[in-house]
């Protein structure tokens, strides 16, 4: 059984963010500090970044960047995953968990509409070592094509959710 990774008061609420030099400084609610290169945490395609008029939003829980064609954001989780190896590592194993899970969900729904493999690669266009390899957990399966193969299944997200809605 996985341990579940208990968040310090004020773990989550960024106080404070300034750019020095090529880093962001963050500090945090729970007394930490972290410094990060800006190239590891800025997303390529935004143009006119203006770094000097960063912002905390409303409740702490991301760092604001002006920026066009929208305002870039860094949540508090992503600071987090790149600078705690503790809750890097546990975030890593619950999406593991979770990949699995999706898979075996998948597999029952398939299952349960007496679909093969091969017919629901067909239905999905997707290539069947995709559908084994997502049912098995091995990859992440993306939203659009986890929606593509819900929908060649006539069924929902609802479905794969709750194991209580019966095919």
């Known amino acids: 059984m996985a341990k579940f990774f208990k968040l310090k008061k004020g773990y989550q609420t960024i106080t404070y963010a300034e750019v020095v030099g090529k880093d962001l400084k963050i500090s945090f609610a729970d007394k930490n500090t972290v410094t990060l290169p800006l190239k590891k945490i800025l997303v390529r395609g935004y143009k006119n970044l203006q770094l000097d008029d960063l912002y905390m939003d409303f409740d702490g829980s991301r760092i604001m960047i002006p920026a066009k064609p929208m305002d870039f954001e860094i949540p508090w989780h992503a600071i987090r995953q790149l ?85």
């Open 83 to 167: 600078t705690d190896p503790v809750f890097s590592k546990t975030t890593e194993e619950f999406a593991k968990r979770q990949q699995i899970m999706i898979g075996e969900r998948l597999q029952s729904l398939r299952k349960a509409r007496n679909f093969s493999i091969e017919k629901l690669s067909k239905k999905s266009a997707l290539p069947a070592s995709a559908v084994r390899n997502i049912e098995k957990g091995i990859v992440r399966v993306n939203h659009s094509r986890l929606k593509k193969l819900l929908d060649s299944m006539g069924c929902s997200f609802s479905d794969l959710a709750d194991p209580k809605n019966r095919p």
